[in-house]
């Protein structure tokens, strides 16, 4: 148990105590009246959230490892070509996935605290004929953030379906799925929507339903294939129960917690507050002479900061005092650069307490460190 | 919310006030001390309730279904024979699932509430070479409770793949993985094992990893194959994080609780006491002239009961007066039978008190209907 | 840990999971507008459930005796004549008690069993001029039940203050203080209130405020005096903090929902339920040749009983196997007759299945002493 | 509910996790082996942290002004004289209190912010022969410490009773009770302790219960009357049942869980860890021009501060401004001071993060109030 010590790294969370409550709540029947309409309401949410009223929500129990798969698993047909935009480790994670399922997988890749120009996406997207292109909206490894508007754009001049990972991102950073052409829009309970972990959650556009429905080959992945879970989700939200695999019920439960608590924050005010204090973590950090990965303010992240250890810090005893402290932060997560640089997840019920608390924390283990007082 | 109805179906079930309250604690890191002791010791507790000290354990997000479907992932590759016994809904599910990863698929299947002869499972072994078999433990969709011992015995002589489906019956049925020669048994934390649904969960023979490290082909699917998953595990019970997909913190966190709870109680115990409470709730069903499903006590689960209706009852009238209860039961799960019987779980933490409730609120329902006092 | 046994003592009780999660939640400050509500909200439920629309209901940290004391304190001053009619062991504890505050004690005593009758009172008060008369709604030692509508007459007509003990009935059973004439009504948290003990509670009448404005000594009790917790109350009902003592924050939140719950079902359908359920369990106690302490269903309570031994079975031998049952039930309280009778509680959130729980495991343990299958 | 905002009251304070599910546990019965082993534990854990091998525990459902008053009613005789040291709010409070009990009282008062000189004391028990004398240890009010050592040696020589009200100091400020010559060291479970409002605790010395056995006049206060408790405190130290009221099952259980984690830090590491907080604070504090009002660090408490609003700042619009943060504090409680200053607590399970944020929220807040950015 971690007691009160703060956790902030890129997911699982500081959770808020009413979506903790509703989750060691007694479990309910999957079908009673009650849960029914706890797991119709976050569907008819999540659309709120993603900012996607035509879309399709799904939520299954699973990582959000697994909601990357279903988009390939149900969007790719052997031989299909895809792109994948990559700025860390989960753009490579992306590409080997697709193969998986039979993709031809082309990949543009950033430097690690960079991202892809556009001019490069759209000469790939010119020179080739892709039927979907992948992103990372916020790259967990390295607090990159892209910019989705652009490519959305981009992926409806080309026509080519547009997935956005926002693992890292959704109900964190500002995303407009409708509006801005996102064909898929994935993300996990454990980040900015504020449940622990265990939920994968994603919302579809019609046109990438169409692609679904519109496909030659089965999909090869039976927990995976939309068949099973799409007249689940609109019997749910129709108010029916119907059953493929048992919800998980009490995550469910919190997930509808969670969602309000969002909603009633609303979406603008919710991405304000994330940016206003990611600011401020980074300004404080720049202070203490340590350098984000990211390249520029305008592609950080501001739901988590990737940074590196300037030269006077050994890693290994800064990560050892920090675990004496009262905050939890995170290493590195890129192999080649994992003991260069750690990270530190400022996200969904995060407050300037937390960027504070953090702040000082890292100050006293420098100091501690450098035997200062 | 619930509130304090019993909820008697066939998963999820009543929990444990200890395993909820773990479920309902602040969440840590995924790669905090403590965490990894729970995960590891998880792991190592489930080969203990499984009874194969020699296996492989994996615990994952996701449904009982995605536990069903690492077996077809992991185990088929295109044109494997897999032979399918079918005492129910999950027998037929596991063929389309098996036919999925390019399973050549046969299916023997017994008439509803009965079994398949072990005589013509060992016809079908003998005249063809198969390389997976599958058969459901208990059958949540008729009550029907298969013996897995002679199976495995099969399964060794012919030199077979065995795998034991067995949502509904680990932890609550008596089931000896190594010692009957099963390959792999799989469950979801819902049913007999006693946590809130989410978690996965298997136990896999070293024979079934070898013929998993022996593929020719890649896997299939990407969130399932055991590349990513077996250092996740072997990291964990060594007592090292690990990173594949973010870890069900809450609900591995319950599901130690529930283990050690398991253990405390010890499984001959365990299975003692879920015998002794299906036969009492059995006993007092036939008294109330109601007919069961299986057909006879030998093949008769001690997790559920399926339970035809009599004539004399009209079945939605008889859900309905339920559902005014203080009991929660479950509908007919088999698609042509739906309407003619309902089904009640009686497993994990069930005791006399919940067979007794459950048979009162059966009864009254019944007296009711009939405008008795 | 109580785990899922069923807690069937006369207090507490089995608390509805709503209420324990509210007791669970962080704690907030006592001057936090959310408090001020929860705390306002309260006091203005509680006029509702005692049926006492004109009355002033105080919330204090404390026991049911210090309910109790609150009157004995108050309402009392050195030389005061009091009347207590007592059924059981609270009878005898409030006489004591009225005697620490210098009262003049009159005890009308019942048998074990049965209640003293109104001429009897009325004659007592034909013949003193009492300033205040106590009675115990029901008495929690004997199961015994006084209907509280003659004794408030009575205390209208001879003008004496007519004080309710009501730990062991108040939302349990029927009780309108105000139209009966009741001046005080008190209880305690854990009993039909359905809160975990902790809470002092009780609704004072105008004509009771008064008595106590009208003193002519200082209340000789610090802690009950009623000038300290008078304007605390004023204070929260109408919205203001106030301070005295630190009010018990978590369990005002669980008394909160607790009273919600109540009105929700509504006072008529609870006292209706508990009634219901009280002669369902009465009738199969007597089935079982056990005999109810009280002489007649007329006062026999509908919150607890109290049940004798029949001389087969060895009292100790009982409670040993029920120990070991799911069900726990309460041994005697009055000293006398201790070894002779158990209690069981039925009251707050019972239903049918605890009723039927119970007297299952009544019926096994006999069944377990006597050797039967 | 107060969500993530961080409590920095002088109590209730922020709670450890564990306490908190401690508290929601479904409750079991006050006569179960498990609760009475967790009673037990609690009444010998409570000597360890008080440092009182030989004494009394007592716990009782009850705020603080309970705990006060059990000192009042059981040790105060009509006539006794008792010395009050007054440091504020709380002193005068203590004062008046043994009046109600028949005490002639006598006060040394200090200034707000200064303590009573040692030698104003001991004239005052050269003069007079007093059978029992208080002091505040930490006056909530004021924030002022006094050092309970010399005062204990005065009690010695003299032969005075010597009543500690360790309301907010016990748990958190150094305190050697018998070493000390203390007899009576009083609490309650919202402050250091750590648990949720609604325990009265203290532990008295041999002395102390000798004083309250040899009393020539009945204790003229039932519920606080030891004559009741001592047997129940006795019983469920040796591991029996005992009942006079209810014991509060649920928040004794938090309490075993507190003091299990008090003693597993250690007392010493306790108040060093609260002296440390406190310090750091305090220089926080002055370094934006606030005044503190105890006059000398040797005085201020290590469990909260009481701060002087320097001229600059509107007292009204800075609480106003605090209510928007993240962090709640507390107003000033002394009468004619309320206006002039706030109270912040830092006990229990304080920690660096908690000072680093209330500190900024408080900055922040002035920033705003100054339209600074």
Redesign the interface.
């Known amino acids: ?7 902030m ?1 890129p ?8 979506v ?2 509703a ?10 009246p ?1 849960f029914i309409a706890s797991f119709g309401n976050s569907l008819r949410m999540m659309k709120k959230v993603w900012e996607c009223p035509d879309g399709q929500s799904f939520i ?7 909601a ?2 279903m988009a ?2 149900n969007l790719i047909e052997p031989g299909d070509k895809a792109l994948v935009i990559s700025t860390g480790y989960f753009g490579e994670r992306y590409a ?2 697709l193969k ?2 039979g993709a031809n997988v082309s990949i543009l890749r950033s430097e690690p605290g960079e991202t892809v120009s556009l001019s490069v996406i759209e000469n790939a997207l010119k020179k080739d004929k892709f039927k979907l292109m992948t992103f990372t909206h916020v790259d967990t490894s390295t607090g990159v953030m892209v910019n989705p508007k652009p490519i959305g754009e981009l992926g409806r001049k080309y026509d080519v379906l547009t997935v956005l990972d926002g693992v890292c991102s959704v109900a964190g950073e500002e995303m407009r799925q409708q509006q801005w052409g996102i064909d898929m829009a994935l993300t ?1 309970s ?1 980040k900015a929507i504020g449940v ?3 939920l ?1 959650l994603l919302v579809a556009s019609p046109k990438a339903m169409d692609a679904w429905k519109n496909r030659k080959t ?8 939309w068949t099973h879970w799409l007249p689940i989700m609109q019997a749910y939200e129709e108010g029916r129960p119907s ?9 469910v439960a919190a997930l509808e917690v969670s969602l309000k608590m969002i909603l009633a924050e609303g979406m603008e005010n919710r991405v304000a507050r994330h940016k206003a204090l990611a600011k401020e973590f980074r300004e404080k950090i720049r202070e203490m002479e340590f350098r984000m990965m990211p390249v520029n303010e305008d592609i950080s992240a501001n739901t988590l900061s990737a940074i590196y250890f300037p030269e006077s810090i050994n890693a290994s005893e800064f990560m050892g005092g920090m675990a004496k ?4 932060v ?1 290493p590195g ?1 890129l192999p080649e650069l994992k003991s260069k640089y750690f990270r530190v997840g400022h996200m969904g ?1 995060v ?4 960027i ?2 953090t ?3 890292i100050e ?1 283990t420098i100091n501690q460190l450098k035997n200062l007082p």
Chains 1, 2, 3, 4 share one sequence.
Do not use: W
Not at 1 to 7: D, S
Not at 23 to 32: D, F, I, Q, R, V
């Open positions: 148990m971690k007691g009160r010590k703060l956790l790294i997911g699982p969370i500081e959770f808020e105590p009413e903790l409550q989750l060691g709540a007694p479990t309910t029947s999957h079908t009673a009650d299954m129990a699973g990582s959000g490892t697994l990357m798969d390939g698993a080997e996935l998986r399922y996990a454990q622990p972990p265990g994968a089965p999909v090869g992945n039976y927990y995976c294939d059953y493929f695999g048992t919800p998980s019920v009490n995550l402290s009262d905050v939890i995170a997560l019920s407050n300037l307490s937390d504070v608390s702040i000082a924390a006293n």
